[in-house]
């Protein structure tokens, strides 16, 4: 059985207006990789933030392999050295190179020469793969590549416990994969990690457990596919429906339909959806509600749903509207009609009273 290397004993963190963390008691083991999920604002960075006393916690215990970081007595800069810490907004010194910003610390603080710095430097570069940016500024770099640099900087300390967080958040989504890359090859070495992540299968993946965050604490600790395939309390199970289902109503013609549109891309982001279905998916939002539905007012209001499943990754589309009159060879022009033919595997329609509903199947 793993040993502990963290115990956090009724940690609390108040500020004058709100409490995020009201009692947390938990062991984290050696080796165990981390996701700390939740909705905003349930107190996930400042649990991470607190686990290395960049936020001082208001009440309670924190243990690192048996000493208290939260005793006035410890050694923290000693303590903190086990434990490196990956911010979203990477932090890199925009003065150095990519190579001297990994060497400082350990120079400074390991007491490494220059020869050996340098050299670990450079493996760990080409760990992640930016062996040659070592002499590029941070300026040079794109933002996958700059998380990238400051995971590798991270690890120079040659830390027992890495925390991550958020570390994809400040990315184009063209660049969250090559840094989740990075760290599903970090969890595989064997590093404990604790990672605040929305990438939800990422954390189904890689996580040897995952924290689920609400009410002041973790409010339910379980593994991958405890979790995310069945949640034993109310809130978890939830949020994980709503990982699964895009919903929006749009009320009239005047709504944002551009923000939802952007919305919709960010849920196929989010679920990783195979580019075939992600594509599809913004061709039946664009060629039925753009197109066509959202310029009949009678349409109003209009139901956008998708619920995707992770089993087999499919999809199936839910159109609820107003206009029951309208039909698919003659309330859509030809292009539409063969645009959607062409990406999906099944359309209908079905009518309930006043409300009818277009189906729309992916594989």
């Known amino acids: 059985?793993?040993?502990?290397?963290?115990?956090?004993?009724?940690?609390?963190?108040?500020?004058?207006?709100?409490?995020?963390?009201?009692?947390?008691?938990?062991?984290?083991k050696k080796g165990d990789v981390i996701s700390i999920i939740g909705p905003s604002g349930t107190g996930k960075s400042t649990f991470l933030r607190c686990m290395n006393l960049l936020e001082t916690?208001?009440?309670?215990?924190?243990?690192?392999?048996?000493?208290?970081?939260?005793d006035p007595k410890s050694d923290v800069p000693a303590l903190r050295r086990k434990m490196g810490m990956v911010f979203q907004s990477f932090n890199l010194f925009n003065h150095l190179t990519i190579i001297e910003n990994i060497m400082l610390a350990p120079v400074d603080l390991l007491h490494l020469s220059k020869n050996e710095a340098y050299n670990r430097g450079m493996e760990l570069l080409r760990t992640v793969g930016l062996a040659d940016k070592a002499n590029n500024l941070p300026e040079e770099l794109s933002g996958g590549q700059k998380q990238r640099a400051a995971i590798?900087?991270?690890?120079?300390?040659?830390?027992?416990?890495?925390?991550?967080?958020?570390?994809?958040?400040?990315?184009?989504?063209?660049?969250?994969?090559?840094?989740l890359s990075v760290i599903r090859n970090l969890a595989k070495q064997g590093l404990t990690m604790l990672i605040v992540t929305h990438e939800m299968k990422f954390a189904r993946d890689v996580s040897?457990?995952?924290?689920?965050?609400?009410?002041?604490?973790?409010?339910?600790?379980?593994?991958?596919?405890?979790?995310?395939?069945?949640?034993?309390?109310?809130?978890?199970?939830?949020?994980v429906k709503r990982l699964s289902q895009f919903k929006r109503i749009i009320p009239q013609k005047d709504a944002d339909l551009i923000q939802i549109h952007a919305e919709?891309?960010?849920f196929s982001k989010n679920q990783f959806l195979a580019r075939k279905n992600a594509d599809a998916l913004d061709h039946i939002f664009e060629e039925l509600v753009l197109e066509t539905l959202s310029k009949n007012d009678s349409s109003y209001p209009i139901t956008f749903t998708v619920n995707y499943r992770d089993e087999d990754q499919t999809c199936e589309v839910a159109i609820e509207h107003s206009d029951t009159r309208f039909t698919l060879e003659?309330?859509?022009?030809?292009?539409?009609?063969?645009?959607?033919?062409?990406?999906?595997?099944?359309?209908?329609?079905?009518?309930?009273?006043?409300k009818q509903t277009v189906r729309v199947q992916l594989s």
């Open 264 to 266: 919709l891309s960010e």
């Open 152 to 179: 590798a900087r991270t690890l120079a300390m040659q830390p027992e416990i890495v925390l991550f967080d958020e570390p994809t958040s400040a990315l184009d989504p063209t660049m969250v994969s090559e840094v």
């Open 208 to 239: 040897t457990r995952v924290f689920y965050m609400d009410e002041g604490g973790i409010y339910e600790d379980g593994t991958s596919a405890q979790i995310f395939g069945n949640p034993t309390r109310e809130k978890t199970r939830l949020f």
């Open 330 to 354: 003659s309330g859509m022009d030809e292009i539409s009609r063969k645009l959607l033919s062409a990406v999906s595997d099944d359309i209908s329609l079905s009518q309930d009273g006043a």
């Open 57 to 70: 916690p208001t009440a309670g215990e924190i243990l690192i392999d048996g000493c208290a970081i939260t």
């Open 1 to 28: 059985m793993s040993e502990t290397i963290i115990s956090i004993r009724h940690l609390k963190k108040e500020y004058p207006n709100v409490t995020p963390l009201k009692d947390v008691s938990v062991d984290i």
